[in-house]
């Protein structure tokens, strides 16, 4: 293994969502924005993104991961409603959100974030807000069509029943002409394998 590694943290999503991803990414195709599309198999739920990491660090990286799950009960979240970062008039970002009504998603990457600065990552500055990227806009091409075929994509019916959130992942991220590939090095939280 290199002596570093692009990593971060997240939660990995059902079949469900990531077919839902994929109907939503076919609903904005047509409109020809610039946009680089994640591949629907790679989404996820990013809880941490650590950046360059010594390999030598990452047993101490996944201790701390079991510290935090130690306590975690498995909680249910569903998809909600489509939007940009930062903003319509100047999207880089296209995602869709995660419903966080009871704060368990923010608890945990709160917990995440507090736990990793004490062993000397760099804490987030910004409010950790639960969502799914989905694509990231290269240009700002035909952007006015875009954001009115967000607000009007419905998320369907059946997405909205309950996900159970369980456990949460380490992930090395190597960057390809292609893509990134993403590869497991740990879960950490309950038994189930990852979400269902």
């Known amino acids: 293994m290199a002596e570093t590694i692009r990593a971060f943290i997240a939660v990995e999503l059902n079949d469900q969502v990531k077919e839902t991803i994929r109907e939503f990414q076919a609903h904005l195709k047509p409109l020809g924005c610039d946009i680089a599309w994640?591949?629907?198999?790679?989404?996820?739920?990013t809880l941490k993104f650590l950046g360059e990491v010594k390999t030598?660090?990452?047993p101490s990286v996944i201790e701390t991961l079991e510290d935090v799950c130690r306590d975690l009960r498995p909680f249910d979240t569903a998809l909600t409603q489509p939007g940009v970062f930062p903003d319509l008039r100047h999207p880089r970002v296209v995602w869709i959100g995660l419903e966080d009504t009871g704060g368990d998603l923010a608890?945990?990457?709160e917990s995440l974030e507090t736990a990793l600065g004490n062993t000397g990552f760099k804490k987030e500055r910004?409010?950790?807000q639960a969502h799914i990227t989905v694509g990231r806009i290269r240009a700002l091409k035909n952007i006015a069509q875009l954001s009115d075929a967000i607000?009007?994509?419905?998320?369907?019916?059946?997405?909205?029943?309950?996900v159970s959130v369980g456990q949460i992942v380490l992930f090395k991220s190597t960057l390809t002409p292609q893509g990134p590939v993403y590869e497991p090095l740990n879960r950490s939280g309950?038994?189930?394998a990852k979400l269902r």
Do not use: C, I, S, Y
């Open 126 to 128: 910004r409010d950790f």
């Open 151 to 162: 607000r009007k994509f419905p998320v369907p019916a059946g997405v909205k029943q309950p």
């Open 38 to 45: 994640v591949k629907p198999e790679n989404v996820h739920l």
């Open 190 to 192: 309950t038994e189930q």
């Open 56 to 58: 030598k660090r990452l």
């Open 107 to 109: 608890r945990m990457a």
